[in-house]
Structure formats: C-alpha cells, structure tokens
C-alpha cells in the first residue's frame, strides 16, 4: 500500500506541476503570479519531477511550436510521423536538449518571457542530481516494496515527466473524439479526464489554446482548473479575463 500512495503521489503531483506551471503557465502565460509562487512553483516542479525535471523554456518553445505546426512535419512531437511511442520521445528529447543547451535559437514568434532561474536549471539538469534522485525511488522501493510487482512501477518514476508529455502527445492526437474541426488530429481522449488532470482534452485545447478550462461540453470535466479558480481566489496567481 505504501509503494501505491507513493506512486499515485508522485505521478499526479509530477502531472499537476506539468500542466499547471510548465504548461498553463510557461508555455500559455494563462495566469500571473508574483515573482515568489513563481520560484515556489518551479521549485516545486524540480522536486516533483525529481530525474525527469523538464527545463520551463525549453517545454515552452516547443509547445508554442506544436501549436503553431500542430501535426505537419514541423510539429516537435506528432505521433502522425513517428511509428511508435518510443519514437516520439527520443525525437521530442532531441529537439528538446537543442533548446535547452541553446544549440539552436527558436524562431522569433515563440520567443517570449518564460520562467528563468538559471541555477536551479544547472543543478536540476545535471547528472548527480538526477542519479541521486533516482537512487532515492530505488532506496524507498527497497524499504517498502512487498511484492515483485511493485518493482515494476519503480522506472516510471526515473521518467516521470516525459512519459506524461508522451502519453498526452500519443493518445490526444490518435485517440479519442472531437468537439471541433482544427484543421489537425488532435482528440479528446477522456471525457473525464483525471489520470492526465486535463491534458487528454487535447482537441478543446487546440481550439482555445488560452482557454484555462481544457473541458468545453456539460459531461468533460478539468480537474487542474478547479484548482486554478481557487489559487486565484487565494490571490496566489491571476486569471487572464476570456
């Protein structure tokens, strides 16, 4: 049972840092925040995704790519191109380490204010940091695993970040409905979406990319925007009006 709490844990805080900070935030600049809960959240993002931490600028210059070339050759990361899974991860992590190691400069109408704290990004990326992250899952998995099953949950953990960037990228555009005509494949996978907190609205998203709320008909439902309108009546970040 502790090995399943830890898990789940991990996986939705992980997934709520993702969709909150990196994507909500970094990529769509839905809300505003003070420069504290800035650094809180992206803290928190680092400590959740723990060896898969995913640097905020590089996430935001190739989401704003997938919008802009949502499912044409130029889309970072269509499944419409790849003919697997593992595929479309190891070309989103190419392109993703060319923008995080500056190797390549995006083009000028993604370039836009993104979190920056460059210390933390030096310390989250580099390799002792993840190893010991991934040697503190394993010692936990040690001290509480009672079956050998679990030990099957523990590489998920290593990967926590871009396996959820994969599944929404995969399933959102292959699989599922549509509420609108985009001009792309992507889907609504789950009408209710809780095992990805939002993400999987994938076709509503694509037709409000501002939109807070990822759910458009009475039966979808966001769990992630609930919690956007309490934060913002606690006056921790600020809505933009739609």
Same mark, same amino acid.
């Given at each position: 049972?502790?090995?399943?709490?830890?898990?789940?844990?991990?996986?939705f805080?992980s997934?709520?840092c993702q969709? =909150?900070?990196?994507?909500?935030?970094?990529?769509?600049?839905?809300f505003?925040m *003070?420069?504290?809960?800035?650094? =809180?959240?992206?803290?928190?993002?680092f400590?959740?995704q723990?060896?898969s931490f995913?640097n905020?600028?590089?996430y935001?210059?190739?989401?704003r790519?997938h919008?802009?070339?949502?499912?044409?050759?130029?889309?970072? *990361?269509?499944?419409?191109?790849?003919k697997?899974v593992?595929g479309?991860?190891?070309k989103?992590k190419?392109i993703y380490l060319?923008?995080?190691?500056y190797?390549?400069?995006?083009?000028?109408?993604?370039?836009d204010?993104y979190?920056?704290?460059?210390?933390?990004?030096?310390?989250?990326?580099?390799?002792p940091?993840?190893?010991?992250?991934i040697?503190?899952?394993s +010692? =936990?998995y040690?001290?509480?695993a009672?079956?050998?099953?679990?030990w +099957?949950?523990?590489?998920?953990?290593f990967?926590?970040g871009?396996?959820?960037?994969?599944?929404?990228?995969?399933?959102?555009?292959k699989y599922?409905?549509?509420?609108?005509?985009?001009?792309?494949?992507?889907?609504n996978?789950?009408?209710l979406?809780?095992?990805? +907190?939002g993400?999987?609205?994938?076709?509503?998203?694509?037709k409000?990319?501002?939109?807070?709320n990822?759910?458009?008909?009475?039966?979808?439902?966001d769990?992630t925007?609930?919690?956007?309108?309490?934060?913002?009546w606690?006056?921790i970040?600020?809505?933009?009006k739609m």
């Amino acid at each position: 049972m502790t090995i399943l709490i830890f898990f789940l844990a991990h996986w939705f805080l992980s997934l709520f840092c993702q969709t =909150f900070f990196l994507h909500r935030y970094a990529s769509h600049k839905m809300f505003k925040m *003070h420069p504290f809960w800035e650094r =809180f959240f992206y803290l928190l993002t680092f400590i959740s995704q723990g060896s898969s931490f995913l640097n905020p600028r590089a996430y935001a210059i190739m989401h704003r790519m997938h919008h802009a070339y949502s499912d044409t050759e130029k889309d970072p *990361h269509s499944p419409h191109f790849i003919k697997d899974v593992y595929g479309l991860m190891m070309k989103t992590k190419n392109i993703y380490l060319d923008y995080r190691k500056y190797k390549i400069e995006p083009e000028p109408q993604f370039i836009d204010r993104y979190p920056n704290w460059p210390f933390l990004d030096r310390f989250a990326d580099a390799w002792p940091t993840r190893i010991v992250f991934i040697v503190l899952y394993s +010692l =936990f998995y040690v001290q509480f695993a009672t079956a050998w099953w679990m030990w +099957l949950l523990l590489p998920i953990h290593f990967i926590m970040g871009p396996l959820h960037g994969a599944i929404v990228n995969w399933c959102g555009h292959k699989y599922g409905y549509s509420n609108h005509d985009n001009g792309d494949h992507s889907k609504n996978t789950l009408p209710l979406d809780f095992l990805m +907190l939002g993400e999987l609205f994938q076709n509503n998203h694509h037709k409000k990319p501002n939109n807070a709320n990822f759910a458009s008909k009475w039966y979808e439902f966001d769990p992630t925007y609930p919690v956007m309108k309490v934060l913002h009546w606690m006056r921790i970040i600020t809505m933009r009006k739609m």
